[in-house]
C-alpha cells in the first residue's frame, strides 16, 4: 500500500500538478532579462554554473535568478515549496539553465522564444547515467524512464570533446537530436587556465591545511555509493596503512562526493598527516594543487588530466559497481593509471609511480586520455557558451566598460 501510494503521488504531481503549475504560469509575458539557473541538491551554485554565471554578472545587466531545490537533503514540505517556486519563475524565464536531470524538469514545456541549456555537472563519459541505466539498479525501469522523462527539449547540452556526444545522447534520450549536444568545452573547466586562480588555490590550501607546505599532496576523490537519495561515502581506504607507508613525504586530501549523506572519519594519531576537507575546499582548488589523484569511478579524473599528473583508481568493488550501473568504456582500457583493489596495491602504486611517471608509460596515457575526452577543454569554454548559446539577443543588455 505504501508503495502504491508512493507511486500514485509521483505521477499526480510530476504529470499533472507540475505541468498544470508550470502551464498557468506560463500565461505571463516570457521576461526578456530573465536567466534562471537551478541546482537539483546543492544548497549553492555548483561548479558547473560559477563560472557562467560570474561572466554573464560581469559583462551583462540581466535579471539573473538562483534555485536550489535541495533534493534528498530537506523534507518534503520544503522541497516542493522550492519547486513550484522555481516553476513559476522558470515559466516567465527567457533563458533556463540545467546541470542535472529531474523528473521536474522533463515534464516542462519549453515556451516559443525561450531556451534551455545543460551544463551538465561531469566531464567526459564514465560511469554509465540516465537512459543508459535503464533497468539496472541504480537506473529507473524502462517504463519510469518513458513515463518521466529526465531532460526536457534542451537547445544546447555542452560536453568536453566530441568523443562523448554519443554517449550524452543516449543517456538524454537525444538520439533524434544529436545536434544539441555541443562539444564546446565545459565552462567549469576554465579555472584551471588561470594562473592566478591556481596561485591562489595553494594558499587556500596552505592556509586551511598548513602541514601540505612541503609535501606531495594526494588526493582522495571517490564517487558516493548507493542511490543519489541515500548517498554515502566508501569507507575502504585504509589511511592507517598510507600513513604507515607515506606520512615523511606526502599528505592526504579526502574530498567526498557533495551528496554524501557520512563523513569520512579520520582517527586522531593520523591528523598530521590526513584531512577531510569535503567542504572546505572546492574541487577545482584540489584538482589545481593535488600531486596525485586516487579516484574509483568519478568523472574528476577528467578534468584532473588536464594537469599532465599521476592517477590511480582504487576500484575495490568494480565486479559489483559495473553490475549496479555499468561503463561507457571497458573500464580497465579507459582507466589512466593503475587500477587496484587492495590498500596494499595502491600503496605499492603511489611509491612507484612517484619515482617513474614520466618512464612508466602512464604518462603518455594520460596525455592520449586529455586529448581525447577534453579536447574543448582550453579556459575559453564559457565564452564559447554564451555566444553560441544566447547569441546576439544578449548584447543589448551588455554593461558600458
Known amino acids: ?50 563560472e557562467l554565471y560570474e561572466y554573464l ?28 517556486s522555481f516553476l513559476k519563475d522558470a515559466a516567465t524565464a527567457k533563458y533556463i539553465i540545467f546541470n542535472e536531470a529531474a523528473d521536474i524538469f522533463g515534464s516542462m514545456r519549453k515556451r516559443k522564444n525561450a531556451h534551455m ?49 554519443w554517449a550524452y545522447a543516449e543517456a538524454m534520450g537525444k538520439e533524434k ?40 599532496v594526494i588526493l582522495y576523490a571517490p564517487t558516493f555509493r548507493g ?3 541515500t548517498a554515502l561515502a566508501p569507507g575502504e581506504l585504509d589511511i592507517g596503512l598510507l600513513y604507515e607507508n607515506l606520512k615523511d613525504e606526502y599528505v592526504l586530501l579526502v574530498k567526498n562526493h557533495p551528496i554524501c549523506h557520512n563523513k569520512t572519519i579520520i582517527p586522531g594519531e593520523y591528523r598530521d598527516f590526513a584531512v577531510d576537507i ?11 594543487t593535488a600531486d596525485i589523484c586516487i579516484s574509483d569511478y568519478s568523472s574528476l579524473v577528467y578534468e584532473y588530466s588536464l594537469f599532465e599528473r599521476p592517477m590511480l583508481f582504487f576500484a575495490f568493488d568494480l565486479d559489483e559497481y559495473f553490475d549496479n550501473r555499468g561503463f561507457y568504456y571497458d573500464y580497465e582500457e579507459l582507466a589512466p593509471g593503475p587500477i587496484c583493489k587492495t590498500n596494499e596495491e595502491l600503496v605499492r602504486e603511489i611509491i612507484h ?24 577543454c582550453d579556459g575559453h569554454a564559457t565564452y564559447r557558451i554564451v555566444r553560441e548559446f544566447f547569441g546576439s539577443d544578449i548584447e543589448k543588455f551588455r554593461k558600458e566598460k
Open 278 to 288: 569535503t567542504g572546505k575546499i572546492s574541487t577545482e582548488d584540489v584538482i589545481c
Open 353 to 376: 609511480l612517484s619515482k617513474s611517471f614520466e618512464d612508466s608509460g602512464y604518462k603518455k596515457k594520460v596525455c592520449d586520455f586529455k586529448n581525447r575526452f577534453m579536447s574543448a
Open 57 to 84: 554578472d560581469t559583462n551583462y545587466d540581466l535579471d539573473i535568478r538562483t534555485h536550489f531545490i535541495r533534493h534528498g537533503f530537506v523534507g518534503n514540505r520544503e522541497k516542493y515549496a522550492y519547486i513550484f
Open 117 to 165: 541549456l545543460c551544463t551538465w555537472h561531469g566531464c567526459g563519459a564514465f560511469k554509465k547515467f540516465g537512459l543508459s541505466t535503464l533497468d539496472k539498479e541504480f537506473g529507473d525501469s524502462g517504463i519510469e524512464a518513458r513515463l518521466y522523462p529526465g531532460h526536457p527539449d534542451y537547445d544546447m547540452v555542452t560536453v568536453s570533446s566530441p568523443e562523448v556526444i
Open 1 to 50: 500500500m505504501k508503495l502504491i501510494l508512493k507511486r500514485a503521488f509521483r505521477f499526480v504531481t510530476r504529470k499533472i500538478v507540475f505541468p498544470v503549475y508550470y502551464n498557468l504560469n506560463t500565461l505571463k509575458p516570457i521576461k526578456e532579462d530573465k536567466v534562471v539557473f537551478v541546482e537539483l541538491r546543492v544548497s549553492k551554485l555548483s561548479n558547473s554554473f560559477t
Open 227 to 229: 542511490e543519489t537519495k
Open 177 to 216: 537530436n544529436k545536434e544539441c549536444i555541443k562539444p564546446i568545452g565545459v565552462s567549469r573547466t576554465d579555472v584551471f587556465f588561470k594562473r592566478d586562480y591556481i596561485d591562489r588555490a595553494f594558499e587556500n590550501l596552505y592556509r586551511l591545511v598548513p602541514m601540505a607546505r612541503g609535501k606531495k
